[in-house]
């Protein structure tokens, strides 16, 4: 079975171990702690001192720029997908197959023309079609 120690033990211990009075031997045989749990819990201690001078609403304000900077992510994301996909659907109306159906409605069948025996008019369909191309 497992035993668990509660925060204040750990901190009364980790205190004794910084200050260095006793070995980290004779405080966990004083305690009856493993020699790693000291180490370990002294070690906890140093690292999270800095938490206990921060100003308490440093840790809201981050948390709310966080929040915030997950927002603006989220509507970049957003704004990706509808600018893709208005890319494509503006290429079904302007892109390549827009100007190929254009162009097919703009020829004309001269065969359906009257022959009067002018060719003008036959003349300046060619050259309109000559330099379309």
């Known amino acids: 079975m497992r035993k668990r120690y509660d925060k204040a033990f750990k901190a ?27 180490t370990l819990w002294k070690k906890q201690l140093l690292e999270g001192a800095e938490v206990l001078f921060e100003k308490p609403g440093k840790d809201t304000e981050r948390h709310e ?43 004309i069948d001269t065969r359906a023309m009257p022959n009067t025996g002018n060719n003008s008019s036959k003349l300046l369909l060619q050259g309109r079609r000559k330099g379309r191309r």
């Open 12 to 38: 009364k211990v980790a205190l004794e171990a910084l200050r260095g009075d006793k070995t980290v031997q004779e405080l966990a045989a004083l305690y009856e702690v493993h020699p790693n749990m000291v």
């Open 65 to 107: 720029m966080e929040q915030k900077q997950d927002e603006l992510y989220k509507q970049i994301g957003k704004l990706q997908i509808e600018n893709e996909f208005l890319k494509k659907s503006t290429n079904n109306y302007t892109g390549p197959n827009r100007r190929y159906r254009t162009g097919l409605s703009r020829i």
